[in-house]
């Protein structure tokens, strides 16, 4: 099992950044791929973004292609999601994820506690 802590999120305006963090625990970081996830009130857990073990293969949701990137530093057991050009309907609770793939929250076998993202209009 893999112990995943979010941080960096907030409150900001529309067209503002925000920058979240995911540090993880244990030695096998860098064996796992990675993914962000978000869950707006009263909606289902939705994909983000995700990111091979060495960072080589990324991938997006539409809704976030071009404004969101996703990037890790296997030396600090962490992944980053940077988020750019922000829009209220990216308010939501945002989850890092482990030991999995795909863009199905099922796929995956450890989570974050979440961060959460607010976006004024």
């Known amino acids: 099992q893999v112990q995943l802590v979010e941080s960096g999120g907030g409150l900001v305006q529309a067209g503002e950044s925000l920058r979240l963090s995911c540090a993880a625990s244990?030695?096998?970081?860098?064996?796992?791929?990675m993914a962000w996830f978000r869950q707006a009130p009263g909606k289902e857990r939705e994909f983000v973004s995700r990111i091979t073990w060495n960072g080589g293969t990324t991938d997006y949701a539409d809704s976030v292609k071009g404004r969101f990137t996703i990037s890790r530093d296997n030396t600090k057991n962490t992944v980053y999601l940077q988020m750019n050009s922000l829009k209220p309907e990216d308010t939501a609770v945002y989850y890092c994820?482990?030991?999995?793939?795909?863009?199905?929250?099922?796929?995956?076998?450890?989570w974050g506690q979440g961060t959460q993202d607010t976006v004024s209009s």
């Open positions: 244990g030695r096998t970081f860098s064996r796992y791929n």
């Open positions: 994820a482990v030991r999995g793939w795909g863009v199905a929250p099922s796929g995956y076998g450890d």
